[in-house]
């Protein structure tokens, strides 16, 4: 079994700054890609940033240039960094990775989510 955990998220001013982060543990032999979603309240969820293990990142247009995404492969960790955040970013911020376990089968994880709120 693989459990991912999620942290920082809150309530911020419209401009203002958050760090999101990502651990993964559990029975995992390696982690392709790992990435952050985002639900708003009546609407679906949406890809927010992605990353693989070699480095390579994507983003939504709505959030390049003001998102950073990272991860730490050691740790199993994956970080969102969001700068000048703005009212429209409110939403659950759920995190997910594709997991190949020891069984050798890959398995897409995600986590509990974490509530951004950004006020105007």
């Known amino acids: 079994q693989v459990q991912l955990v999620e942290s920082g998220g809150g309530l911020v001013q419209a401009g203002g700054s958050l760090r999101l982060s990502c651990a993964a543990s559990g029975s995992i032999f390696s982690i392709n890609v790992m990435g952050w979603y985002r639900q708003a309240p009546g609407k679906q969820r949406e890809l927010v940033a992605i990353?693989?293990?070699?480095?390579?990142?994507n983003y939504a247009d709505s959030v390049k240039g003001r998102f950073n995404i990272s991860r730490d492969n050691a740790k199993n960790t994956v970080f969102l960094q969001m700068n000048n955040l703005k009212p429209e970013d409110t939403a659950v911020y759920y995190c997910?990775?594709?997991?190949?376990?020891?069984?050798?089968?890959?398995?897409?994880?995600w986590g509990q989510g974490t509530q951004v709120t950004v006020s105007s």
């Open positions: 997910n990775a594709d997991v190949r376990t020891w069984s050798g089968y890959v398995y897409r994880y």
């Open positions: 990353t693989t293990t070699g480095g390579s990142t």
